[in-house]
């Protein structure tokens, strides 16, 4: 009965040291992040951001939206193994100097984590390198190459003039070098994407800056799949109202498409998407 009773109490004490472990790493972390200005991985332009650790990795829930954008962590808290922080999101602005600066408008944004089956003291030390980028250079590291163009502009994304056109074909590996992109170019065998469908966006919450203002325009774009669906939504250029990008966004990610072709086959292209509200 006494050594039953030894192992039980080394058990306990155990338990309580692993225990303590986590409420430090939980200290540790909050202390470290809130009030910290951070980029979250995967370029999540959604309001809520979920990570889950499926027992070998953690592991983000595939986001809807994508937005160059910086995450101010306000708050934390960790119940039933999950960790929540709140805090707001500002779009990345591009001016025509080139110098990057914040826009106006701001969201409300959740980044929740299930931690559920993990060991918390080992992992919590390690989240903000899982969760978020060291820093911008990595962000715009991550960004696909057909995008490093478009970080958010206060005016229209220029474009490259095109060259050569009549010369390029859209079976051609380098028909992306040939002056003119798959979508606005006018290369040999190839067919624009043409919208199915579409929605009207409502814009009810914003009526009243709308009114004021009477036009407000947020440029997004996209890649059009094969299947005619939206894919990687992204915001080229935003309006600077306050929740105007996230109805746009909303908007348009429930449209549909024919697919653009090349010689008859459907292919993956990119597209500009400019949604106006206009009072006339």
Not at 113 to 131: C, E, M
Not at 176 to 205: L, R
Request: proline letters at 5%.
């Amino acid at each position: 009965m006494i050594k039953a009773f030894g192992v039980l109490v080394m058990a306990a004490a155990a338990v309580g040291a692993c225990g303590q472990d986590a409420v430090t790493a939980e200290k540790a972390f909050r202390d470290s992040i809130v009030n910290s200005r951070q980029f979250l991985r995967g370029l999540n332009g959604d309001n809520v951001v979920r990570w889950r650790w499926d027992g070998n990795v953690l592991a983000q829930e595939p986001p809807k939206h994508h937005s160059m954008a910086i995450f101010t962590v306000r708050g934390m808290k960790i119940k039933d193994g999950k960790m929540e922080l709140t805090g707001e999101r500002r779009t990345l602005l591009r001016k025509p100097d080139k110098k990057l600066i914040l826009s106006a408008s701001v969201d409300s944004v959740r980044v929740i984590v299930d931690l559920a089956g993990a060991d918390s003291s080992s992992l919590i030390p390690k989240l903000a390198g899982l969760i978020f980028y060291s820093n911008i250079k990595d962000a715009i590291t991550d960004v696909p190459a057909g995008y490093q163009s478009l970080l958010p502009e206060k005016s229209e994304p220029s474009k490259s003039p095109m060259q050569n056109v009549s010369q390029c074909d859209c079976s051609h590996p380098r028909a992306a070098t040939c002056g003119a992109d798959t979508a606005n170019g006018n290369m040999a065998g190839a067919k624009h994407p043409e919208i199915a469908s579409s929605v009207e966006p409502d814009f009810s919450a914003q009526a009243g800056a709308l009114h004021q203002l009477g036009r407000a325009s947020a440029l997004i774009s996209l890649i059009v799949t094969v299947e005619g669906k939206p894919d990687f939504l992204w915001i080229a250029r935003t309006s600077g109202i306050e929740g105007y990008d996230a109805v746009a966004l909303k908007t348009v990610e429930q449209y549909t498409f024919k697919p653009a072709t090349c010689h008859g086959e459907p292919v993956p292209v990119d597209l500009y998407v400019d949604v106006t509200f206009e009072i006339r």
